[in-house]
């Protein structure tokens, strides 16, 4: 069994609001979770209006599966959200027997 681990902070240099935040934010981990099958949740960074950050699993037979899904997930939000600035990413496949 393989995880992979990803961790992104994102940037959303146009909001104003933790309400706008939210909204973006909703609207990433939906669209992650519906053409990944990935678990994702906000993990750091609540209380900013601008930055969140997002934690991101899956799990896998193969190892090469799961670091391909982890960069194809970094590479969607770069690409369908350009309203979105990445500030850092963190990619981890840990093999478990």
Request: charged content about 20%.
């Amino acid at each position: 069994m393989n995880v992979g681990i990803c961790r992104i902070e994102i940037r959303i240099p146009e909001n104003h609001s933790l309400k706008g935040k939210r909204q973006i934010v909703k609207s990433i981990i939906a669209r992650l979770q519906n053409r990944y099958s990935v678990s994702v949740a906000e993990i750091d960074n609540n209380e900013l209006w601008q930055i969140a950050t997002l934690g991101i699993s899956c799990v896998s037979n193969h190892r090469r599966h799961s670091d391909t899904i982890m960069t194809s997930v970094v590479n969607f939000i770069a690409q369908n959200y350009p309203n979105v600035e990445l500030l850092n990413y963190k990619v981890e496949v840990i093999s478990v027997l």
